[in-house]
């Protein structure tokens, strides 16, 4: 049966109730610029009623409490977004390392190897016109020069390039180890909390950020088990399972894009860790195209400087420095041989060696469009110009593909913030209706407690 103090208790909690409620309202306000902060709002469930026998059975309320305080959250949307994020990381750093590239080459430009190529046969067209010319044969001999110094600067700043990717290859790694050691940090705290009936929210939403950082940097999936706990996969690596973490593979191979820790082996598909993967992939592959053209440069323009007699009476020369037994070293030490490098006279114009000899010379500079077996069937001009090109073209394919997945993320964060996000004005208005209700159960507090002075004072008569 009820008691005269039923309506106190029953005031007292909802004073409670609302108190609780408007706290966490405040709580959404307070966070409303917090990154990956989710709203939070309070259910409140009947308490069973009393229930007792005055002519009949009667159920009389006992007020309210409060069921829970849930964070207002959707997991598609979390997962769409993290996987577009993945992708968007993966196109945005391809295309900024490919932009890297396309600067080494700075092309085209009045300082890049393309210049260069054109002036080193445009001075064996003029060597060829006035082949005992002393400020012709020297122009070969800068022109040379000019093209070796270039396009060993070039594959020296990708060499560059390649050691940085490789760091920042690392650094990711190192990330996704740390990310996943948080995240089974926060795995460990979550369940204790649940375990004990609580509602770990702020806890949560620490782990789904991380989440979504995690998502920046690989491509990732996610499971949740009874307990509350995660199981994240990174690639197909088992990154966290519960408590515990799991250190990431750091032997990589850039051509394939992928890790493996000497058994299995897996895909990076997505986050900038794919997209450094490819850039150092690519970088590698303009190290090698340059390492082909100043190869291809030495046998051919030295096999046939070789069969000529230059100023000095001496034929057998070279005119690019060059190894005895293959394989030959490529664009890193590429330059001019020692005897033409001293002496521009050590040049060959023509077969003979005679003042009006430059059969030679127009050989070379023929050379400009004739097309080269190892260079694909390509001249070296539209050798270079070809590779030049397509690092500027896949760049802008990259480039676009990322604002693509940037459309995207920013239509599912509307989404998201739609449902999760904190709106001031929503908030201030579930104030002022708390505000009321706390009121009014103020004011019932304050009737039920003077009803029960009477009933007291009444007694004591």
């Known amino acids: 049966m009820s008691g005269p103090f039923l309506g106190i208790n029953m005031a007292s909690q909802s004073l409670r109730n609302f108190q609780r409620a408007i706290d966490t309202a405040g709580h959404n306000i307070a966070n409303v610029n917090t990154r990956g902060y989710t709203r939070q709002t309070v259910d409140f469930t009947t308490m069973p009623s009393l229930h007792y026998y005055s002519n009949g059975t009667h159920y009389l309320g006992q007020g309210s409490l409060i069921s829970s305080i849930n964070r207002i959250r959707d997991g598609y949307l979390d997962t769409s977004l993290n996987n577009a994020t993945s992708q968007q990381s ?65 594959y020296a700043d990708l060499s560059n390039l390649a050691s940085n990717q490789t760091l920042q290859i690392n650094s990711t790694v190192a990330q996704i180890n740390n990310l996943g050691g948080q995240i089974a940090a926060l795995n460990r705290q979550i369940t204790t909390a649940l375990a004990s009936g609580g509602s770990p929210n702020d806890l949560m ?122 394989p030959q070293t ?50 070296f001009t539209k050798f270079f110009t070809d590779i030049v090109s397509k690092v500027a073209n896949d760049g802008n394919y990259y480039q676009n593909a990322a604002d693509t997945e940037s459309a995207v993320m920013t239509q599912i964060s509307e989404q998201q913030q739609a449902i999760s996000g904190v709106s001031v004005d929503d908030e201030m208005a579930n104030l002022m209706k708390l505000q009321r209700s706390y009121q009014a159960a103020a004011r019932a507090l304050t009737l039920f407690d003077q009803v029960t002075e009477d009933l007291i004072g009444m007694l004591r008569r």
């Open 90 to 154: 993966k196109y945005n750093t391809l295309a900024t390392n490919l932009r890297r590239i396309d600067q080494i080459y700075g092309e085209p430009s009045d300082t890049g190897i393309s210049q260069a190529l054109d002036r080193f046969f445009n001075s064996w067209s003029g060597l060829g016109s006035n082949p005992s010319g002393t400020a012709e044969r020297a122009e070969v001999q800068l022109s040379g020069q000019v093209l070796t110094d270039r396009i060993r600067s070039r």
């Open 205 to 326: 939403d620490q782990r789904d950020l991380a989440i979504a950082d995690l998502s920046k940097l690989t491509n990732i999936s996610k499971e949740t088990f009874p307990d509350g706990s995660y199981a994240v996969y990174a690639s197909g690596f088992t990154l966290v399972q519960g408590s515990a973490a799991r250190t990431f593979p750091s032997t990589f191979d850039e051509a394939a894009g992928t890790f493996t820790d000497g058994t299995v082996t897996y895909n990076i598909r997505g986050g900038s860790l794919a997209g450094h993967l490819g850039g150092l992939n690519e970088t590698n592959s303009q190290m090698t195209n340059l390492d082909n053209l100043a190869n291809e440069l030495r046998t051919q323009v030295n096999t046939t400087h070789m069969t000529g007699t230059n100023a000095l009476g001496n034929t057998g020369v070279n005119f690019f420095n060059d190894v005895l037994v293959p």
């Open 330 to 379: 490529g664009a890193i030490d590429f330059n001019l041989s020692i005897e033409v490098k001293s002496d521009p006279n050590a040049i060959a114009a023509g077969l003979t060696g005679d003042a009006g000899d430059g059969s030679l010379a127009h050989l070379f500079a023929g050379m400009r469009d004739s097309a080269q077996v190892a260079l694909g069937g390509r001249s």
